[in-house]
């Protein structure tokens, strides 16, 4: 079973606030991804890593910003939330050359 | 680039009837291709996957074969539970280079009726 966590899993806040969203893992995978999903289920890759300080953006634009300062840590920071960010996202990572990622439990976020 | 288009749902069957989600792909290169299912509330699990061309992936009761001439993957099952409501997503990764970026079809919602 897959060791990934995020937290928190559910979020609400008001517009303009500074939010963080947490991702850990403890299977030591040097490779970590964040997803959006809009509420028509469809997933966007919005993030990516595949090591400790390298990150890139994904295919779909975000105003978000991430960092990778620990292998185990993935953590997503929005400056200023808006509610065209009110959506469910997703981390993932995997390890190597192996193509399966392992997936957390999302963080579903409301913007009010 | 890469792409993958799946039946749109969303799909209900009632319990033990045989499932079928459509799923095809375009890729540059030579693809490994994966179902990964999303129930209720949860984040995705992999269900299963191949790497090449006529593999069959197979887990929980679920299959799908890896067809290169149709560029295909259909997700099958012979006898559906109500257990295995969910959203299932058809995915790919293009193995060439050093790309472990997955692409995503939009998912299928399955409901299983008792």
């Known amino acids: 079973e897959a060791d990934i966590y995020q937290t928190p899993r559910y979020l609400v806040i008001g517009t303009g606030k500074k939010i963080t969203l947490e991702c850990s893992q403890t299977m030591g995978h040097d490779k970590m991804y964040w997803y959006q999903q809009d509420p028509g289920m469809e997933l966007h890759l919005i993030h990516y890593?595949?090591?400790?300080?390298?990150?890139e953006k994904g295919d779909l634009s975000s105003e978000s910003t991430v960092s990778r300062i620990r292998t185990e840590h993935f953590p997503l920071t929005l400056e200023s939330a808006r509610p065209s960010h009110t959506s469910q996202y997703l981390c993932?990572?995997?390890?190597?050359?192996?193509?399966?990622?392992?997936f957390g439990p999302g963080t579903r976020l409301t913007v009010t | 680039g890469n792409s993958v288009t799946q039946m749109e749902g969303p799909v209900t069957l009632s319990e033990e009837a045989f499932l079928t989600i459509n799923c095809t792909y375009t890729a540059t290169g030579y693809p490994s291709l994966f179902w990964y299912v999303q129930y209720p509330g949860e984040g995705l699990q992999l269900l299963l996957k191949a790497t090449k061309a006529d593999d069959k992936g197979s887990n929980k009761g679920f299959e799908a074969t890896y067809r290169k001439e149709t560029t295909s993957f259909h997700l099958e099952k012979g006898s559906v539970q109500v257990s295995d409501s969910a959203v299932y997503f058809c995915?790919?990764?293009?193995?060439?280079?050093?790309?472990?970026?997955?692409?995503f079809g939009k998912g299928t919602l399955l409901t299983v009726n008792p």
């Open positions: 993932a990572s995997s390890a190597g050359f192996s193509t399966e990622q392992y």
């Open positions: 995915a790919l990764i293009d193995s060439g280079g050093s790309n472990y970026k997955l692409t």
């Open positions: 890593s595949y090591g400790v300080n390298s990150t």
